[in-house]
C-alpha cells in the first residue's frame, strides 16, 4: 500500500507565482487534512476535509486554498506566493470519526524566493 | 487559542537512558493524546496514544504518563537506543478529530 502520497517533494517558486500541492492516499479514507511545518516549531493545520465536496478552514487557512472532488484526492493551492509560505507541507489521511489515528505523507519542501 | 505546550526542546541521552518528554494543555475539551515520531525527511508517524479515563499507556518501550487534573502528559521512553533518535510531537484533539500539535522535543541517543 503505497498510503499517503505527495508530490512533488522539493520546489522552488518565485514570489507572485501559483502552484498546487498533490495528494492522494489509497485508504479509502474520509477524513484529509493539510498541514505547514516550520523550523522548530510544530505542525499547524491549514485546511481540512471530511469527505469529498468538503472543506474547511483549519488554524493557518490564508493564502491557500482546497478543493475535494474525490475522496482519493485533496490538492492544495497556493495563489500567490510570498516567502511566508515558505514551509514544509504535509497531507495527512485518517478514517471518520474521533480518535483515529492520522497517516502522514512524507512532504513537500517549499521555498519562496 | 488551543495550545499545546511540549518541552524540552531538545534532548541528548546516552543509549539506555530514559529521557522524559512532557507537554500540557489548556482546552478541557481534548479527549485524544497522540505522539507522533518523525524521522528526517519523513512525515510524522503515529507512536502512541491515550484518552484522558486512563493514567497510563505502555506499548514495548514506550510509555505515556496523563495527568487529568493538572492538564499534563509526558512520553517516557525506556532503554531509549540510537534509532529512537528523532523528533517526537505531542498532539490534542477534540471530537473532531482536528489535532493540535506541541512544538516538538529533537532527541538524540548518544551510542
Known amino acids: 500500500n503505497a498510503g499517503v502520497t505527495q508530490t512533488p517533494k522539493f520546489r522552488i517558486l518565485k514570489i507572485g507565482q501559483s502552484m498546487t500541492l498533490q495528494c492522494t492516499q489509497d485508504m479509502n479514507h474520509n477524513y484529509m487534512y493539510w498541514y505547514r511545518q516550520d523550523p522548530g516549531m510544530g505542525l499547524k493545520l491549514i485546511y481540512y476535509s471530511v469527505g469529498a465536496g468538503i472543506t474547511d478552514k483549519g488554524e493557518v487557512p490564508n493564502g491557500y486554498n482546497v478543493s475535494r472532488s474525490t475522496t482519493e484526492d485533496f490538492p492544495l493551492r497556493l495563489e500567490l506566493a510570498a516567502p511566508s509560505q515558505t514551509s514544509v507541507y504535509f497531507c495527512?489521511?485518517?478514517?471518520?470519526?474521533?480518535?483515529?489515528?492520522?497517516?502522514f505523507g512524507d512532504g513537500t519542501r517549499l521555498s519562496i524566493l | 487559542q488551543q495550545q499545546v505546550k511540549q518541552s524540552p526542546q531538545s534532548l541528548i541521552v546516552q543509549k539506555g537512558g530514559i529521557p522524559i518528554i512532557n507537554c500540557a494543555y489548556e482546552?478541557?475539551?481534548?479527549?485524544?493524546f497522540p505522539w507522533y515520531q518523525q524521522f528526517p525527511g519523513k512525515g510524522p508517524a503515529l507512536l502512541i496514544a491515550?484518552?484522558?479515563?486512563?493514567s497510563e499507556k505502555k506499548e514495548g518501550r514506550f510509555t505515556i504518563s496523563f495527568n487529568k487534573s493538572a492538564k499534563q502528559f509526558s512520553l517516557h521512553i525506556m532503554d531509549s537506543q540510537p534509532g529512537d533518535s528523532a523528533t517526537y510531537f505531542c498532539a490534542a484533539a477534540n471530537a473532531g478529530n482536528m489535532l493540535t500539535f506541541g512544538g516538538g522535543t529533537r532527541l538524540m541517543v548518544k551510542p
Open positions: 495527512a489521511s485518517s478514517l471518520q470519526g474521533s480518535n483515529q489515528p492520522q497517516h
Open positions: 491515550i484518552r484522558p479515563d486512563v
Open positions: 482546552n478541557t475539551a481534548f479527549d485524544y
